[in-house]
């Protein structure tokens, strides 16, 4: 038995006064901010299946701004579940003592979590029209929830709709990258603030993909690691962004449902009138703020302890979330650049062959012998190399188009780079204005076909050339 599982069964002790033994310790696939279990174990002579979520690599972390702890998570849930709203029971939360992170140890239930599978599962085809609006029941279950009563005030942070825009911004800046998609967005949130709001409990993670459904309706709510108190908006209109619609651009609530009927379900409970133009400028936001989220799995592989090759590969899907914000802030005609092709070349073997040999290596060979997390992964990793072949027969291109329309833009020569940051540092600055000649089919140009290198098959890219 290895040390892991030998500290688990300690802890498994504590929790359960019948415990027997740790049949299987399983870590699920995904999870690339926290680590998720599957714990097969024998509790008076019974088998029984529990949950662990712990931190990444297992670490002890301080609460951070925007990141209040897992064992916050763990009063958030069942402080939840007490006022209704479909949870896990927790059974026990980690200390320093058990040496094994940060976490907890939940009921496992049985549900459908997958984005793309509750979109498109036959199973739940009769549920998935009432989706959008049970969702909508239970945010306004969670936003009612008393925040002095239950304690959670001396967890979470308060933050308003302009500290937010700030301290995401801030985390950007901080990975020094010059991508003015996100600052021009950044600039266009803070000139379009919303007004006032009734300070509630704000899940901040309330998504298809972070929502357990069945075939009765939702079965829990999940991943609270970033909640806080603020505009309550914040939730409904990161449910409705498209990088939590899987394809389906055309259902915006999750790709399950209408905006209409998520409103209908929130204000039969809440009693409440949805502001349309709230949750749109929250929409807006939620791409923004996942563009940099995204950025920050990329940085985590850099300097953090689990260095995953999922990581990378969801840093570069910060170009969707820039192209849904194109989509909704400047939408127009946008030209898409030629692909370059090897033909001709002597080299033996080509970059391209290299990199398709070892990705066909991994899809063709490493899936099909292999299962669960490993198997994941090297779909990831398959994809990753996907990118680089894009990349080297279109990366040229796009880059001489966006230099060209960047001399446009900033009136100046220099490299790719020394003109990138530029025109940032005016963004932020303000000393361009966002409707500057020639800036929004800049932006267009750059971050169309940047997402086209990146994930091709993204619903927001066929958005933006329709």
């Known amino acids: 038995m290895s040390g892991f599982d030998e500290k688990l069964e300690s802890i498994l002790s504590k929790a359960f006064s019948g ?15 926290q680590e998720t279990y599957r714990l097969n174990v024998e509790i008076d002579g019974n088998e ?55 976490g907890f140890v939940m009921e496992w239930l049985d549900g459908i979590t997958l984005g793309a599978k509750v979109v498109r599962d036959p199973e739940l085809d009769e549920i998935r029209p009432t989706l959008a609006r049970k969702s909508g029941e239970v945010l306004a279950k969670i936003h009612a929830i008393d925040l002095e009563e239950t304690g959670l005030t001396r967890y979470l942070d308060a933050i308003t709709p ?30 379009n603030l919303p007004g006032d709001y009734s300070p ?53 609530v999750g790709g399950f449902g209408d905006y209409e009927d998520l409103f209908a379900g929130y204000e039969s409970v809440s009693g ?37 090759v999922e990581r990378p590969a969801i840093g570069r ?37 290299l990199l398709v040999s070892v990705r066909d290596f991994l899809r063709e060979e490493v899936m ?44 100046g020569d220099g490299t790719l780079d020394e003109l990138r940051w530029k025109l940032v540092k005016d963004i932020r600055s303000q000393a361009i204005e966002l409707d500057a000649p020639g800036l929004e089919d800049y932006l267009r140009f750059t971050v169309v076909n940047q997402v086209s290198i990146d994930q091709p098959k993204y619903s927001g890219l066929k958005t933006a050339i329709s």
């Open 200 to 252: 509630s409990l704000v899940h901040n993670d309330f998504r298809n993909g972070n929502i357990m459904f069945d075939q009765q309706g939702i079965v829990a709510v999940l991943d609270w690691e970033v909640a806080h108190i603020g505009d309550p908006m914040r939730d409904l209109g990161w449910i409705c962004t498209n990088s939590w619609r899987f394809g389906r651009s055309d259902l915006p």
């Open 162 to 191: 302009a500290e937010y825009v700030e301290q995401t911004w801030a985390r950007y800046r901080d990975f020094e990258t010059a991508q003015p998609m996100i600052d021009y967005t950044g600039r266009w949130l803070v000139d």
């Open 19 to 33: 415990f027997d033994k740790l049949l299987k310790a399983e870590r699920l696939s995904g999870g690339a901010s």
């Open 272 to 308: 409440k009138e949805v502001d349309r133009d709230r949750v749109r400028w929250w929409e807006v936001f939620g791409s923004f703020w996942w563009a940099i989220g995204c950025l920050g799995m990329a940085e985590h592989y850099r300097t953090g302890p689990d260095k995953t």
């Open 368 to 411: 099909r012998e292999t299962q669960g997390r490993t198997n994941f992964l090297a779909r990831v990793a398959s994809n990753s190399l996907d990118i680089a072949i894009r990349e080297q027969v279109m990366g040229s291109r796009l880059k001489e188009g966006e230099v060209k329309r960047l001399n446009k833009v900033v009136h």
């Open 317 to 353: 899907r910060s170009s969707e979330c820039q192209v849904d914000c194109v989509n909704l802030l400047i939408p127009g005609n946008v030209e898409l650049v030629a692909t370059e092709t090897e033909h001709g070349s002597n080299e033996m073997p080509r970059m391209e062959e």
């Open 48 to 102: 029984k299946v529990l949950a662990m979520r712990r931190s990444a690599g297992g670490e002890f972390l301080d609460p951070s701004p925007g990141h209040p702890g897992l064992a916050a998570e763990a009063q958030l849930m069942r402080s939840a579940l007490q006022a209704g709203v479909p949870e896990p029971e927790i059974y026990y939360v980690l200390d320093r003592e058990d040496d094994l992170g940060d």
